[in-house]
């Protein structure tokens, strides 16, 4: 059975931006954003190493990771465990360069990433914690985040 369900998969391919968290060779955690996160099939995520020489030398020694992805208006996601392949060439490395190139993507892609979800749970965000609907939270948040945009400094929303 796939791990990655529909509304995974949509979520993931509508957002893009991954937080892609690591072990350092000392044990501290390593977190990065992946503007290139994507649903390669139905048991795995994929990001193309554009600017992660941490992140790809953590994995290589160490392949556990988590991916969380959310949509910053809805506040909901998920995270998604397992462990990651770095791959820098073959046919598979080939295909999701391929991938990304259809996507748009210029820069220079050293490695790809291969993660296979082990496992996937919801990440929701306490502002519904007061009973409210998603279209509430989902309406307070797109005005914080259009009043960054023009510019203003909105009061906090909450969480």
């Keep these: ?17 991954g937080y892609v968290a ?6 501290t955690p390593n977190l990065s954003p992946k503007g290139t996160t994507a649903v390669w099939d139905d048991d795995h995520l994929v990001f193309a190493d554009i600017r992660s020489p941490g992140s790809v030398a ?25 462990d990651a392949n770095v791959l820098s060439s073959g046919s598979t490395f080939d295909e999701v360069v391929a991938f990304y190139r259809k996507r748009g993507v210029r820069s220079p892609i ?3 990433v291969l993660i296979k979800v082990e496992r996937a749970v919801p990440l929701v965000s306490p502002a519904y914690d007061s009973g409210a609907s998603e279209a509430e939270v989902r309406t307070q948040w797109a005005r914080y985040w259009s009043a960054i945009q023009e510019g203003e400094v909105p009061e906090p929303t909450g969480e």
Aim: hydrophobic residues 35%.
């Design 58 to 82: 953590n994995l290589r020694e160490n392949p556990t990771v988590e991916v969380n992805v959310v949509d910053p208006i809805a506040r909901k996601g998920y995270r998604f465990k397992g």
């Design 22 to 27: 690591t072990v350092c060779p000392d044990g």
């Design 1 to 17: 059975m796939a791990v990655l369900t529909p509304e995974m998969k949509r979520l993931v391919d509508v957002q893009r931006l």
């Design 110 to 112: 050293r490695h790809i």
